[in-house]
């Protein structure tokens, strides 16, 4: 069995998505995610130029050896645009290994662990009481697991904060946007929006925050422990995680689990934080982090050290990727959650998927492969069209993190 064909798939349905659709002699297609929001064009390159020669007359059947291939064989390990490439071609080729053996992607991975992934949404508001009715209207929709943001007083525009409630979307098109940062009015107002939630809605739902990287360890630690009577299922990217070891002050100081890891993309990103336990939840997901091949191995040594998966999954990572994750969750045993940002129908028209939401938990399909694909006539008619995440910038200017 030989890959005769693999062409890169460009559609903006909403928002830009890259899809790696390879082909085999026997009819058998599969396909993978390629999305690396506001840097889009340069893994298509990576891919066009510089992967698809090396995949054609390859046997698709051999995951493992083309995997060690693109990784080891490129010399340039690592990195966004090249783990992204390599998860593309992984995911797609699982997707073939699943409809060539008529199973779903979670019985070639080991099985059924349960019956239903259970998802978190978002809820955003300009203010608290904006963002405690939207925590009420996710209840209403029944989730169990809630993602809270929410404006900060004296800021004209904070992260995780958008008009659109529904399909809140972290880019935007032509070029980026810049928003204002103070952590000063950040931390004093963060605790105030969950002492709400919980006065409204009680212990019984579990809710989540995103500090999107933007605070020191030491500021890490003291918000965490003023939210600790709230009680939250996690904590999220406090600190830029490019030090591993920033971790172990954050930890000294609050029981307020942590949760990390949607801009890694290997092992190698997140190995301390993992063996030295400094982390709840592990958020690298599968599009970003050299696909299921790769993070298995990440949620292996998880799994040894009690840290559970949580994976990243806003809009800007496609059904496709979606689907994959699912499958892995339905599987993986150190589960712990999954982020679930709600697509538009355009997009799911784009991507038609056998996934389903059911009171809190995403449930896959039995359809072979991880069961999502692409109506390419359709997605031809969403022409790209640039776009970025915005910047960050401190009151007197000085760029910031974002
Ligand atoms: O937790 C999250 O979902 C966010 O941090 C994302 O919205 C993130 O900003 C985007 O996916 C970046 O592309
Ligand atoms: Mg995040």
Redesign the pocket.
């Given at each position: 069995m030989k890959i005769i064909d693999a062409k890169v798939i460009v559609s903006c349905p909403g928002r830009n998505f890259v899809t790696l659709k390879i082909i085999t002699d026997e009819g058998v297609h599969g396909i993978g995610d390629a999305t690396l929001?506001?840097r889009e064009m340069a893994v298509v390159a990576y891919l066009e130029d510089h992967v698809i020669p090396c995949l054609i007359g390859r046997d698709p059947q051999q995951i493992e050896d083309i995997w060690q291939y693109l990784y080891r064989g490129c010399y340039w390990r690592r990195g966004a645009v090249t783990m992204t490439a390599i998860a593309a071609v992984d995911v797609a080729l699982w997707d073939i290994k699943g409809k060539l053996a008529n199973m779903p992607l979670y019985q070639l991975l080991g099985g059924r662990s349960r019956e239903g992934v259970m998802v978190y949404g978002?809820a955003n508001g300009a203010d608290i009481g904006e963002t405690t009715e939207e925590v009420g209207r996710y209840l209403d929709m029944g989730y169990k697991a809630i993602?809270a943001q929410c404006g900060i007083p004296g800021l004209p525009s904070t992260?995780?904060v958008s008009g659109d409630k529904m399909f809140?979307e972290?880019?935007n098109a032509d070029l980026p946007e810049e928003n204002v940062w103070s952590t000063e009015k950040y931390l004093n107002h963060v605790p105030k929006l969950f002492e709400r939630l919980r006065d409204s809605y009680g212990f019984d739902v579990h809710l989540l925050h995103?500090c999107?990287h933007r605070l020191s360890p030491i500021e890490a630690g003291r918000l965490g422990k003023d939210l600790e009577p709230y009680r939250l299922f996690w904590l999220?990217?406090t600190v830029p995680a490019e030090l591993q070891e920033r971790f172990r002050l954050i930890r000294h100081h609050t029981t307020t689990p942590l949760a990390v890891g949607?801009v890694f993309n290997s092992i190698y990103d997140c190995h301390t934080l993992i063996s030295e336990q400094l982390i709840d939840y592990i958020?690298s997901t599968i599009v970003h982090t050299g696909g299921i091949s790769h993070v298995r191995r990440i949620a292996a040594l998880a799994e040894i050290y009690n840290v559970r998966t949580g994976f990243?999954?806003?809009?800007?990572?496609s059904p496709v990727s979606m689907g994959a994750a699912l499958h892995f969750d339905t599987w993986v045993p150190n589960f712990g959650i999954q982020?679930y940002?709600r697509h538009t129908d355009a997009t799911d028209e784009v991507f038609p998927s056998d996934y389903l939401f059911e009171d809190g938990y995403l449930k896959v399909g039995d359809a072979p492969g991880h069961g999502v694909d692409i109506d390419e006539s359709l997605a031809a008619k969403y022409p790209y069209q640039r776009a970025y995440?915005p910047v960050n910038r401190l009151q007197d200017g000085t760029l910031f993190n974002?």
């Open positions: 929001n506001g978002h993602r992260y995780g809140y972290p880019a995103d999107h999220e990217d949607e958020r990243h999954g806003a809009t800007d990572l982020e940002m995440l974002w």
